[in-house]
């Protein structure tokens, strides 16, 4: 026989206590739930994920199980296909709602979802599905977006409370297998801590002090790892939710003193929700141009570039100590993360799918509505942006000046003077020797001409945007994704 009814909340990119819809909804619809995560095999090895996502996502789960133990919960986990466990839970337990968040993911967290739906349906199970972060789904255009965002936010935050647990957890055989246990338990010490208590002292300390500076260091290098929030790990897999995050930043005393850097901030939330809602109404941004008349735009497969790109290898500085930069460390600032995309699809000419992959599992904060929409937009495949091709050598002599940044990660260039970090080819043979590293075998010669390669990507870009089918595809992504009643581009 079945037992008592039981309902389920299920986590996905949404690992906190507080400020938390389904474990609230739970808590008040007064039967016992059981909460839980699922590592599933297909996600797990896709293409778009590392270790470093599943030892973050693990670690989290270990602390919010710390701020349940009290109350006799815990967030039970299982390794398995999503349709397999839930399949099994409906077997084994009388489930009457299923509560989660909606997920904007990729589309086979979409498909997978899909399957969800049709087994609840079947069983008679409700799914209440919540909103995440002001994202709606179904939505055809953005003419009331701004609005019921901000609405969003406004509202109040969730304050959760437990009720005391009596129930044991779910007898299961979905066990993670003790070898990715074992290498989920390791946590590297270069990556930001996980969980929700560690997003807590992140966005503090933001507030306190860090943030004074934001505007100022945004684009910098190195002053950014400090002066920039550092909250879009615990944003991406949901230690804190935007709306969080939002008011404390809106409400807070110092907002007075800092104004311009704290609503640079917020600006920023509001930006990060706007290209996450893209991905939600266009999930093939991960794979497919989002402006189909690009796919007509040929570019030539150069695995020897790719590979140079991905190791740091290029031969330009400032490009080749950013990626690795993230490669240590998991993150890197927005213009860095946007210049090193412009040099791989522009200056190198590569299909950006040949790249998205690799620096998703770089980002220790991937987010796919984030990644792929943003991925595009710096490869100038939309057709509604500029292109935006940025110089590495120009950026390098602006935002890292006596090379610091540069230095820290490509130790090959430690003694190159500050005239020539920026372009160590330019050194002579002597210099060289007197810096004791040879160009072009301790540390590579620029693997592309950063002029020419600008200017035949600068042609081929701007000349292939009036193509028809790109102007077509333009008119209809700016009817999706504008306010059109004011013509808002932004």
């Not at 797990?44 to 919960?73: C, G, M, W």
């Not at 966005?203 to 879009?232: D, M, Q, V, W």
């Not at 490869?379 to 942006?385: C, D, Q, V």
């Amino acid at each position: 026989m079945k037992r008592e009814g039981i309902n389920i909340v299920w986590l996905k990119r949404d690992i906190r206590s507080q400020d938390h819809e389904p474990l609230l909804r739970a808590e008040q619809a007064g039967i016992p739930y059981h909460i839980i995560y699922l590592f599933e095999p297909t996600l797990v090895e896709y293409a778009d994920t590392s270790l470093r996502h599943l030892q973050f996502v693990y670690h989290s789960i270990l602390t919010i199980n710390k701020t349940l133990k009290p109350f006799n919960r815990s967030v039970e986990v299982f390794y398995g296909e999503a349709i397999d466990v839930f399949e099994y839970l409906t077997s084994s337990c009388n489930v009457k709602t299923l509560f989660s968040y909606r997920e904007s993911g990729i589309h086979m967290t979409w498909q997978r979802d899909k399957k969800i739906n049709l087994l609840c349906k079947k069983c008679q199970i409700i799914w209440q599905e919540s909103q995440r972060d002001g994202i709606l789904r179904g939505i055809k255009n953005r003419d009331d977006w701004n609005k019921q965002w901000h609405i969003y936010m406004h509202k109040s935050v969730i304050e959760n409370s437990y009720s005391m647990s009596n129930q044991e957890e779910l007898k299961h055989p979905f066990l993670v297998p003790k070898k990715l246990e074992i290498k989920y338990k390791e946590y590297p010490k270069q990556y930001q801590p996980a969980g929700e208590q560690n997003a807590w002292r992140y966005l503090n300390s933001f507030a306190k002090k860090r943030g004074f500076n934001y505007h100022k260091h945004i684009s910098k290098p190195t002053e950014s790892r400090t002066a920039c929030s550092r909250l879009s790990p615990y944003l991406a897999w949901g230690n804190l939710s935007v709306k969080q995050i939002f008011q404390f930043i809106g409400t807070h005393p110092n907002g007075t003193k800092n104004n311009r850097a704290f609503s640079a901030m917020l600006t920023r939330l509001h930006w990060h929700c706007h290209f996450i809602q893209k991905f939600e109404v266009e999930c093939s941004y991960e794979t497919a141009c989002i402006n189909k008349g690009y796919e007509l735009l040929p570019h030539e497969k150069n695995q020897t570039f790719i590979e140079a790109w991905e190791m740091g290898k290029t031969g330009y500085p400032l490009i080749d100590a950013c990626m690795r930069a993230v490669e240590q460390t998991g993150w890197i600032n927005f213009r860095m993360r946007a210049m090193v995309v412009s040099f791989f699809s522009l200056n190198l000419d590569q299909d950006w799918r040949d790249g998205t992959y690799h620096l998703a599992k770089q980002f220790l904060d991937y987010e796919p509505g984030i990644h792929y929409t943003q991925f595009q937009m710096q490869a100038s495949t939309t057709g509604i942006n500029t292109v935006r091709l940025y110089n590495p050598v120009k950026n390098s002599q602006e935002h890292d000046p006596c090379g610091a940044f540069i230095k820290k990660w490509i130790p090959e260039l430690n003694n190159v003077p500050e005239r020539y970090i920026h372009e160590p080819w330019k050194m002579t043979l002597m210099e060289q020797m007197f810096c004791e590293v040879t160009i072009g075998k301790d540390y590579p010669l620029p693997i592309v001409d950063l002029q020419e390669s600008a200017r035949i990507a600068r042609d081929k870009i701007w000349k292939h945007k009036k193509h028809p089918a790109v102007q077509k595809e333009k008119w209809r992504l700016l009817n999706m994704h504008i306010k059109r009643k004011h013509n808002d581009l932004h």
